[in-house]
């Protein structure tokens, strides 16, 4: 069986330029394998630090994590990220979000309404052309979120939106895969 390769290279310590290899030394201190849109990210030094910087900064703010997985998996499923979408199954269990939470993410739903408000906003950005309806925004500040969360929330949705991006045009396979083709080709 012959999986996919990527259109642009996916780099690890040993290829990526030299100004990217200390941010994927940090991601594999961590312990794990290097995801692949890390690896292509790597690519352009640049982008691989201005990502690692604004996730960071996100992953640190006022929303909380659970709501950060089920934004992304929102946009995952809008913008049909069939990368996105089998990375973020598993960071959302993670985080312990349950089987039937991540469903209802992504419809930009959940059982909590506070966390289904914040994604009936995000549902209307992502669907208007313009400004969301004002509605929207009414109604998440009326749930609670405060403005520094709704912030978040669209910083999120721009997060979510350029890993997508990334992973449609260099056509990325999902982590695993290339490993998965190794074991193959060994066999």
């Known amino acids: 069986m012959k999986t996919k390769e990527s259109r642009f290279q996916v780099h690890d310590e040993l290829t990526a330029p030299e100004r990217s290899v200390p941010i994927l030394k940090g991601a594999l201190a961590g312990g794990g394998q290097l995801p692949n849109f890390i690896g292509v990210l790597a690519g352009s030094p640049a982008v691989l630090r201005a990502y690692a910087r604004f996730r960071s900064e996100l992953r640190n703010g006022a929303l909380p994590y659970a709501t950060q997985q089920r934004i992304a998996l929102a946009v995952a499923e809008h913008q049909d990220s069939e990368y996105g979408l089998s990375t973020l199954q598993r960071t959302a269990r993670d985080c312990g979000l349950g089987l039937d939470e991540i469903a209802l993410a992504r419809e930009f739903d959940s059982r909590d309404e506070r966390e289904a408000t914040l994604l009936r906003f995000v549902k209307a950005l992502l669907e208007s052309d313009g400004a969301p309806p004002r509605h929207k925004h009414e109604e998440a500040l009326e749930a609670g979120?405060?403005?520094?969360?709704?912030?978040?929330?669209?910083?999120?949705?721009?997060?979510?939106?350029?890993?997508?991006?990334?992973?449609?045009?260099?056509?990325?396979?999902?982590?695993?895969?290339s490993e998965e083709a190794r074991l193959q080709q060994a066999a």
């Open 145 to 177: 979120w405060a403005d520094e969360q709704i912030l978040e929330a669209i910083a999120h949705v721009a997060l979510a939106t350029f890993g997508n991006l990334v992973t449609r045009a260099g056509d990325v396979p999902r982590d695993g895969s």
